[in-house]
C-alpha cells in the first residue's frame, strides 16, 4: 500500500456521483467505459445501454471523442443536449502521463435550471455591488480641501495648517465652535493624505455609551459579555487599519477609556474586550472638540499625557462671527449644495440679506447657516432670497440696539394693545424672547444663555430646537 490509504473501490462510485451530477468516461476511440446514471436518466437511457457504445451514439452533439484524440481540454462548452443548451466541460484523461481517454461533465439539467443558478448568482453579484459601493462610500472620506469655502486670513492660515500638515503621520487636534467645519477638515485631511485609498473612520466620543465605546473602539472576543455576538467583532480601529479614524468630541471621552486610548496610540495595537491577544494596527489619529481641552487638564477632567499626545498639530477653525467676510461666498456655496438638494437652482442672496446675515453672531456657525438657507428655500417662490424668507429671529436680529428696541416696543405693544393669545402661545412667546436676548447678551454661547435662564443646557437646545433659533 506504499503507506497510503486507498479509498476502497465500491466508495469511488458513489464520490463521482456526489462530485459531478452527470459524468461519462471515454477511452480514446471514443468508447464510452462509465456513465453514470444520472447522466443516462438525462437522455433518456440506462447504464447497460449505454456503456460500451461510442459515445457518438448515445450522447448527441458530442465531442468527448475529439478530446480523447487531441487531449485539448474544451471548458464551459454550450452543447445542445435533448434541446437544451447545456454547459459541457470536457478534460482529457492522462495516466502515468499517457492519455488514455477523457472525462466529461455536463451541468443543468435544462434551461430553466440553469436560469435559476444565473438569476440567483446574479442577484448575489448586484447584491454585493451595493455593498461595497456603500461600503466604500461611507469609509472613504467624502470632502476635500475644495470643499472648505472661505478666503479670510484666518480661515485661510487653518486651512493652509491642515493642507501642509496631510501628508505627516502626526496627531491632529481640530478645535473649534460647534458647526464651524471640523469633521469638513478631518475628512479633507484624510483625502490629501497617503491613505486616501484605505477607509476614513468617525467615531462620536460623545454619542456612544460609554459601556460600549471601548469594544467600539477596540472589538471583542466571543463570549466577552453576554449579548456578544458569536465569533467577537472587530473594533473601529481595527477597520481603519491603514487609513484615519476621527474621534469626534474627544473631550467627551470617559478617563478610563482616555488611558486605554493612550495606550493604543503608544504601543500601537489594540487589546479586544475579554481578549489576551494584542493586534497591530496603522491608523493615524484625528480628534476634534469644541471643548477648552486645556482646561479641562487644569481641572483633571482630561489626561494631560493623552491631551499632549493628540496636541502634536493643532489647527483652530475660527468662528464664523470672526470672519464675517467670508459669509458672501459660503452663503452662494451652501445655496448652491442646498438647492441642489431640491432641484432649485440659479439661486442668489440680496443684498439686503448678505447684510442682515453679516449682522448676526452665529452661535451655530455654519451649521446654522445651512440651515437658515434651507429654510429660505422652503419658503421661496423665486430667484432672489430676501429678508422676509430668513426665519424670524434673524429678520429680528438686526443688531442688539434694535433687538432692545423692538423688544421695547413688542412689549409696549402688548401692553398697550394687548393680542390675546392662549396661555400657552403667550408662555412660548415669552420664553422665545427670553432666550433671543440672553443670546444676544451672551454673544451667541448657548451654554452661558441657559446658565443666565437657569435652565440645562439640553433643555435650552431643545427649546432653540423648538423655536426655530
Ligand atoms: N468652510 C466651509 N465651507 C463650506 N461648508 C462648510 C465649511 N465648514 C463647514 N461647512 C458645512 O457646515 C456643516 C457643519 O460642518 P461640520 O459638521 O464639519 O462641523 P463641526 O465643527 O464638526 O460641528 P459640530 O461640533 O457641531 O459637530 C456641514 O454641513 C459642512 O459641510
Ligand atoms: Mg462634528
Redesign the pocket.
Known amino acids: 500500500m506504499n503507506g497510503l490509504i486507498h479509498i476502497p473501490n465500491d466508495w469511488l462510485e458513489e464520490i463521482i456521483n456526489l462530485a459531478a451530477e452527470r459524468i461519462v468516461i471515454v477511452d480514446r476511440n471514443g468508447i464510452i467505459l462509465y456513465i453514470n446514471p444520472a447522466y443516462c436518466e438525462f437522455i433518456g437511457t440506462t447504464v447497460e445501454m449505454a456503456t460500451g457504445r461510442h459515445v457518438l451514439d448515445v450522447i448527441e452533439n458530442s465531442r468527448m471523442h475529439i478530446v480523447a484524440q487531441t487531449g485539448q481540454a474544451e471548458l464551459a462548452a454550450v452543447q445542445s443536449i435533448n434541446g437544451s443548451e447545456m454547459i459541457a466541460n470536457r478534460f482529457p484523461l492522462m495516466v502515468n502521463g499517457e492519455l488514455v481517454g477523457a472525462l466529461g461533465t455536463v451541468m443543468f439539467r435544462n434551461p430553466e435550471e440553469w436560469l435559476h443558478y444565473q438569476q440567483k448568482i446574479q442577484s448575489l453579484v448586484e447584491e454585493l455591488k451595493y455593498y461595497k459601493t456603500r461600503f466604500e462610500k461611507e469609509m472613504k472620506s467624502k470632502?476635500g480641501f475644495n470643499?472648505?469655502?472661505?478666503n479670510s486670513p484666518e480661515?485661510l492660515a487653518a486651512?493652509k495648517l491642515a493642507e501642509r500638515v496631510s501628508g505627516s503621520q502626526s496627531s491632529v487636534l481640530?478645535l473649534?465652535?460647534?458647526?464651524?467645519?471640523?469633521?469638513?477638515?478631518?475628512?479633507a485631511i484624510h483625502s490629501n493624505s497617503k491613505r486616501a485609498a484605505f477607509p476614513f473612520v468617525p467615531i462620536?466620543c460623545a454619542s456612544i455609551p460609554e459601556h460600549l465605546l471601548e469594544s467600539e473602539l477596540f472589538g471583542y472576543e466571543e463570549g466577552a459579555f453576554t449579548g456578544a455576538k458569536k465569533g467577537g467583532k472587530k473594533g473601529q480601529f481595527q477597520n481603519a487599519n491603514f487609513g484615519t479614524i476621527f474621534l469626534?468630541?474627544i473631550g467627551d471621552m470617559p478617563l478610563s477609556m482616555q488611558s486605554k486610548l493612550l495606550r493604543v496610540l503608544q504601543e500601537k495595537e489594540v487589546q479586544r474586550v475579554g481578549g489576551q491577544k494584542t493586534v497591530p494596527v496603522d491608523v493615524r489619529v484625528i480628534a476634534?472638540?469644541?471643548r477648552d481641552l486645556e482646561k479641562m487638564v487644569q481641572e483633571g477632567k482630561f489626561r494631560k499625557d493623552l491631551y499632549y499626545r493628540l496636541n502634536v498639530i493643532k489647527i483652530e477653525?475660527p468662528p464664523l462671527r470672526k470672519r464675517k467676510v467670508?459669509i458672501p461666498i459660503?452663503g452662494t456655496?451652501?445655496l448652491k449644495?442646498v438647492g441642489a438638494n431640491f432641484h432649485r437652482y440659479d439661486l442668489h442672496l440680496s443684498t439686503e440679506v448678505i447684510e442682515r446675515l453679516q449682522h448676526h453672531i452665529w452661535p451655530?456657525?455654519?451649521?446654522e447657516?445651512?440651515n437658515v438657507l434651507e429654510r429660505a428655500i422652503n419658503v421661496l417662490d423665486g430667484k432672489t432670497i430676501e429678508i422676509v424668507h430668513l426665519p424670524l429671529y434673524l429678520r429680528e436680529l438686526e443688531d442688539n440696539r434694535q433687538v432692545h428696541q423692538q423688544m421695547r416696543s413688542e412689549v409696549e405693544k402688548d401692553i398697550s394693545s394687548p393680542t390675546l393669545m392662549s396661555l400657552k402661545d403667550t408662555v412660548a412667546h415669552a420664553e422665545k424672547q427670553a432666550i433671543l436676548h440672553a443670546l444676544v447678551v451672551t454673544k451667541g454661547n448657548k451654554q452661558e444663555a441657559a446658565k443666565i435662564l437657569q435652565i440645562s443646557k439640553t433643555s435650552f437646545y431643545d427649546k432653540c430646537k423648538i423655536y426655530n433659533i
Open positions: 470632502y470643499d472648505l469655502i472661505g480661515f486651512k481640530l473649534g465652535e460647534s458647526g464651524t467645519g471640523k469633521e469638513l477638515f478631518a475628512h462620536n469626534d468630541e476634534a472638540t469644541h477653525i467670508d459660503i456655496h451652501l449644495k451655530g456657525n455654519i451649521r447657516l445651512e
